[in-house]
């Protein structure tokens, strides 16, 4: 925590206040802080790959991988954020004179392949990144877009592109990532960020680099860096923070997602701490082995919508699909028809994002048990960043 912080906390502390929340978004799981919290050696592996471009050399590429929510993405995009903003030359370059010709630059860019999905959005993106000019986004063919961005990637200029979210439901995998920038390999190298361990029967175009989950004692420094950002002092144990740390395993995503729901339900119950009974309901809302929420809010805003009236459904009405359809399609926000509701269903539990739990069948008559549509990702989390979409913490798609 920087100085100012803790000076800033301690000033707040006689204001009077016993409310248990100073800013509920630094809990969010879909935000990733400016500094990586107990990733240190990470990053300096992944500064080590990267070392040739400060000399004007690309680097070789990388696939980053590990499980969900080791900060895989809070490393790669800390990183590159700053290798962008504190880089001198043009739009951010590493800039080398050790040679009497034009000095070779070295630019970094940054994609998330949840908002490039087809290789045409993912070039597109890393153009939009390097170009000065703008970049349409229509009326022209991948083939064009490659060849503007060979053009743009002069003799002298070269750039590094990370692409998170690699191999996810609905995203290019890594052969598709390789494929799609093999063209230009004299001029940009990748790093790409994906869970999936490279597959042992087919060759990975460049190096590997692991991240492993937390240690128990590394998610306990996230969690408590996080928690003493959002919360009020003392509203939160340190023991608590200890227990969440162990019952996430290793998974920063849902041990903030629990967090940040026990802080929720603390507030709507006017408490001035975080109590036992509000850590153990915002443990609940976060399913066993769920989503992360960056892919929902990944989704356009009709199907956000679509989760958002099944969240909010009576157990009940959720106790098949075609219930569940129906009474998602009678809420006048959702906006469709219980056909398209039911068919955005099945789509979603294909994609992991709901799960279908069998239900114990009516009779011994013949056919497949039915099954209920059940969220699975974390809910309360879900609900109070969706109530912020209005004030643009995440874009309507």
């Known amino acids: 925590m920087r100085l100012t912080d803790r000076i800033d906390r301690r000033r707040r502390r006689g204001d009077g206040s016993r409310h248990p929340v100073r800013d509920l978004s630094a809990l969010d799981p879909t935000h990733h802080l400016d500094e990586p919290v107990g990733r240190g050696p990470t990053l300096e592996r992944l500064l080590d790959r990267l070392d040739p471009a400060f000399d004007g050399r690309l680097p070789e590429n990388l696939y980053v991988h590990g499980p969900k929510g080791a900060g895989k993405s809070a490393a790669v995009s800390a990183l590159f954020a700053h290798l962008a903003a504190t880089a001198p030359g043009r739009r ?13 630059v070295t630019e970094f860019a940054a994609v998330d392949a949840r908002a490039a999905p087809t290789e045409f959005a993912l070039l597109r993106a890393v153009l939009a990144a390097v170009a000065d000019g703008s970049v349409p986004e229509q ?25 998170d979210h690699v191999g996810e439901p609905g995203t290019p995998d890594l052969p598709a990532v390789d494929a799609a920038f093999d063209p230009v390999a004299e001029a940009l190298s990748y790093v790409a960020v994906g869970r999936d361990a490279p597959d042992s029967t087919r060759e990975v175009a460049g190096a590997t680099a692991e991240i492993p989950a937390y240690e128990r004692h590394a998610l306990v420094d996230v969690l408590t860096e996080r928690a003493s950002d959002g919360l009020a002092r003392d509203a939160l144990g340190h023991e608590t923070v200890s227990e969440v740390a162990a019952w996430a395993d290793g998974d920063a995503h849902d041990g903030l997602a629990a967090l940040f729901g026990a802080a929720a339900v603390a507030v709507d119950d006017g408490a001035a701490r975080i109590g036992p009974a509000h850590v153990a309901a915002g443990r609940d809302a976060v399913p066993a082995d769920c989503c992360s929420l960056g892919r929902v809010f990944a989704l356009s805003a009709s199907r956000r919508r679509v989760l958002a009236s099944l969240v909010s459904l009576d157990p009940a009405d959720r106790s098949s699909v075609t219930a569940a359809a129906d009474a998602v399609a009678a809420d006048s926000s959702v906006g469709l028809s219980a056909a398209t509701v039911k068919r955005v269903l099945y789509e979603l539990a294909e994609s992991g994002l709901v799960r279908r739990v069998e239900t114990a069948a009516d009779g011994d008559g013949p056919g497949r048990p039915p099954t209920r549509p059940e969220p699975n990702f974390p809910t309360l989390a879900f609900e109070r960043l969706r109530s912020a979409d209005a004030g643009g913490t995440h874009p309507e798609r």
Do not use: H, K, Y
Not at 92 to 104: E, Q
């Open 139 to 163: 009326g022209v063919g991948t083939a064009a877009l490659r060849d503007r961005l060979r053009a743009e990637l002069d003799p002298s200029r070269r750039v590094v592109v990370a692409v």
């Open 92 to 104: 951010g370059a590493i800039r080398t004179t050790t040679r009497a010709t034009a000095p070779a």
